[in-house]
Each structure stands twice: as structure tokens, then as C-alpha cells.
T-cell receptor
Framework: KNEVEQSPQNLTAQEGEFITINCSYSVGISALHWLQQHPGGGIVSLFMLSSGKKKHGRLIATINIQEKHSSLHITASHPRDSAVYICAVRPGNQFYFGTGTSLTVIP | EPEVTQTPSHQVTQMGQEVILRCVPISNHLYFYWYRQILGQKVEFLVSFYNNEISEKSEIFDDQFSVERPDGSNFTLKIRSTKLEDSAMYFC??????????FGDGTRLSIL
């Protein structure tokens, strides 16, 4: 069973495009994380949120707890944004991860 | 900026042997985690550790696995009697309460 579903699985965009990655989950959570995994494998935490909206530079993350849904937006996308974006949810001290969205931004 | 460091970056071990993966979390962090990612698959939670004890573990984290904080700075994952299917990238992470986690660069474990 998949507690976390992400869409799309793969996404190709032209530089400058606005990008949205979606995450739906089926369990009650205390927090949701958005992570970025670089081609070399390293993982960077982008956001941790439990309600509302957060913004960092060109990245915006939103969450709707009632609908069990979160979105990650990238404005003015750039080739350096190319990576796998992973949604992870935290019920208690356990973590469930999505399979990731592979984003390629073409110059 | 402080980093989580993991050693070794790549470990090759014969099936049946024991391995110890090492992590140095960020010094003022209180929560520590191990994850694994089998090649081509999603990241999987193994265990969380707080206040010198396991606070949560997944179904994957069976008796073959153990964690330890031997000296107040290192955080280790021990895998006994390794199997071929233990081959994966293992990530350590640390964090404060209600804060994002900081990940190490991972240890690639190859079981032959």
C-alpha cells in the first residue's frame, strides 16, 4: 500500500515555466516534508510544514490538511532545479515517502 | 554551515558479514534517523532515535539491524549477517524538534 502518492512521476519543463508537483497522503500526519534529491543522490530538505503555506526563494509549498494534499511550486524554473522532488509524511515518529517526481528543466 | 557526515561513502562486503555504517550528526541536534534507498526505489524509513533510545522503527528494522550512539557524537547503524537485498544507499539524518532534517550524503552499501 502507498501511504503517499505523488504526481506527476516525471516532468519536463522549459526554463522559466511555473511548475507544480502534487502529493496526496492517506494517513493522519503531524508534518509533511518536501525533499530534493540531486542526481548524485544527496538529499536536501526544502520544507517542513503542518499547515498553510511556506515560501523560500522561488519555491512555495502548500498543504491542505483536510484534503490530505500538498503542492510544491517552482516559479521561474531553471535547469539547476532539475532533480527528484520527494514528499514525505510523518505520522508520529514514523516517515512515509513518495516515489518522487523527476523534474528536468530544459534551457 | 554544519553538516551531517557519513562514512564510508561506499562499503563493499561479503554476504553474511556484519557492517557498521557511521554518521556524525549536527552537534546540537537531538533526533537522529536512518533511511535506506534501494537503487531505483523510494526512500524508506528505518529508525528514529532520541534521548539515547529508539523512538520509532519500521517493519524493515528487524533483529538484523541495530543503532547505537556510542560516544555522544557518532550514530551508527549495524547490520548483522548481511544479505544481498541489503544492498542500498543508507542515509543518516538529524534534526531538532519540529525542524527539517539535515541529511548526510549517504553510504552506498554493496553486498557481494
Amino acid at each position: 500500500k502507498n501511504e503517499v502518492e505523488q504526481s506527476p512521476q516525471n516532468l519536463t519543463a522549459q526554463e522559466g515555466e511555473f511548475i507544480t508537483i502534487n502529493c496526496s497522503y492517506s494517513v493522519g500526519i503531524s508534518a509533511l516534508h518536501w525533499l530534493q534529491q540531486h542526481p548524485g543522490g544527496g538529499i536536501v530538505s526544502l520544507f517542513m510544514l503542518s499547515s498553510g503555506k511556506k515560501k523560500h526563494g522561488r519555491l512555495i509549498a502548500t498543504i491542505n490538511i483536510q484534503e490530505k494534499h500538498s503542492s510544491l511550486h517552482i516559479t521561474a524554473s531553471h535547469p539547476r532545479d532539475s532533480a527528484v522532488y520527494i514528499c514525505a509524511v510523518r505520522p508520529g515518529n514514523q516517515f512515509y515517502f513518495g516515489t518522487g517526481t523527476s523534474l528536468t528543466v530544459i534551457p | 554551515e554544519p553538516e551531517v557526515t557519513q562514512t564510508p561513502s561506499h562499503q563493499v562486503t561479503q554476504m553474511g558479514q556484519e557492517v557498521i555504517l557511521r554518521c556524525v550528526p549536527i552537534s546540537n541536534h537531538l533526533y537522529f534517523y536512518w533511511y535506506r534507498q534501494i537503487l531505483g526505489q523510494k526512500v524508506e524509513f528505518l529508525v528514529s532515535f532520541y534521548n539515547n533510545e529508539i523512538s520509532e522503527k519500521s517493519e524493515i528494522f528487524d533483529d538484523q539491524f541495530s543503532v547505537e550512539r556510542p560516544d555522544g557524537s557518532n550514530f551508527t547503524l549495524k547490520i548483522r549477517s548481511t544479505k544481498l537485498e541489503d544492498s542500498a544507499m543508507y542515509f543518516c539524518a538529524s534534526g531538532g524538534p519540529n525542524q527539517p532534517q539535515h541529511f548526510g550524503d549517504g553510504t552506498r552499501l554493496s553486498i557481494l
